[in-house]
Nanobody
Framework: QVQLVESGGGLVQPGGSLTLSCAAS????????MTWYRQAPGKDRELVAN????????TYADSVKGRFTIFRDNAKNTVSLQMNSLKPEDTAVYYC?????????WGQGTQVTVSS
């Protein structure tokens, strides 16, 4: 079965950096777009970034452009999110997703808290 396991979250000060990772299994990872979403308390889940199956195309939410970088390693079945210049408004649970928001698969999420 499809499994997505996120890791790398934590508490970081404003201006700091974190790298999230998502380990995938149970499907042909190299055939699918991978997406990072986040959900802050009281807010809808929003798309943060995605990357196509071969890693040649990426998209980002305007709020993270220039600060976050998504990348993948198809040999290791992982997708990562490098987050720099973190702001308090980046505080959220971050989720890894594949095969679509509505009918796709999700990880359990990893908490990122940006606070001094």
């Amino acid at each position: 079965q499809v499994q997505l396991v996120e890791s790398g979250g934590g508490l970081v000060q404003p201006g700091g950096s974190l790298t999230l990772s998502c380990a995938a299994s149970g499907f042909t990872f190299s055939s699918y777009t991978m997406t990072w979403y986040r959900q802050a308390p009281g807010k809808d889940r929003e798309l943060v970034a995605n990357i196509n199956s071969v890693g040649s195309a990426t998209t980002y939410a305007d709020s993270v452009k220039g600060r976050f970088t998504i990348f993948r390693d198809n040999a290791k079945n992982t997708v990562s999110l490098q987050m720099n210049s973190l702001k308090p408004e980046d505080t959220a649970v971050y989720y890894c997703n594949t095969m679509g928001r509505t009918r796709g698969y999700w990880g359990q999420g990893t908490q990122v808290t940006v606070s001094s």
